[in-house]
Structures are given as C-alpha cells and as structure tokens.
C-alpha cells in the first residue's frame, strides 16, 4: 500500500511538473511578454531548464520512483531557474521574473514534497 502511494505521489508531481514546463514555454506569447518580440532572446535559458524540466517530468510521471536521481535532480533545476528569474528580474519585466519565480516554487514544492512522501515510507 505505501509503495503505491509512494508511486501515485511521485507521478503526480512529475505530471505537475511536466505541465510547469509547458507553462513556461508557452507563457511569453500568451502573456505578451516583450521577449517573445525578439525570438526569445532574454527567455532562452529559462526555456531551455523548462524543456529540460518536462523531461524529467515525463520520467517521473511514466515510472515513479524507478529513477531516484530525477527527484534531486528536479530540485536543483527548480532552484536554478529562480537564481536565473532572480538574476533577470531587473529588467523591468516583472511579469517574467514573477512568472519565473511562482512556477519554480510549483515545481520545487511538488517535487520536494513527493520526495518527503518517498523517504517517509
């Protein structure tokens, strides 16, 4: 019972992750960040964490708990994309590096969390 609930949680944070990943990608043209006006220059580090972060995700999601580096892994990734937003955000974007900040923290939280539930067990 608790390794299944080990598992669901771990998937479930690999599907929220995968979708924070999508999010940042697709946030500078729905949120008409001016990035997206100059072939994302300013915003290429952070998609290039978030495609890296969906992968992960993927990982996580399709077989929880069968690769314990991703969940570290993850983490560490969250917390490079708010050094990268935190770093950025004087550009006068606050948009950006707002968006930035709220979905690492998602992607930190969730991951951190299922992390917890595992070594609970």
């Known amino acids: 019972m608790g390794d299944l609930h080990g598992r669901t949680a771990e998937s479930r944070a690999g599907v929220a992750a995968f979708l924070a990943g999508v999010w940042l990608i697709a946030a500078p043209p729905v949120l008409h960040f001016s990035a997206s006006l100059h072939a994302f220059r300013p915003y290429w580090l952070s998609m290039g964490l978030a495609v890296v972060i969906m992968l992960l995700g993927m990982v996580r999601a399709m077989a929880p708990l069968d690769v314990p ?8 990734l969250a917390g490079w994309l708010i050094i990268v937003s935190l770093r950025a955000g004087g550009g006068g974007i606050w948009t950006v590096w707002l968006n930035q900040l709220v ?19």
């Open 103 to 121: 979905v690492s923290a998602v992607i930190a939280l969730s991951a951190g969390l299922a992390l917890l539930i595992t070594m609970r067990r």
């Open 69 to 76: 580096l991703v969940r570290p892994i993850t983490i560490a």
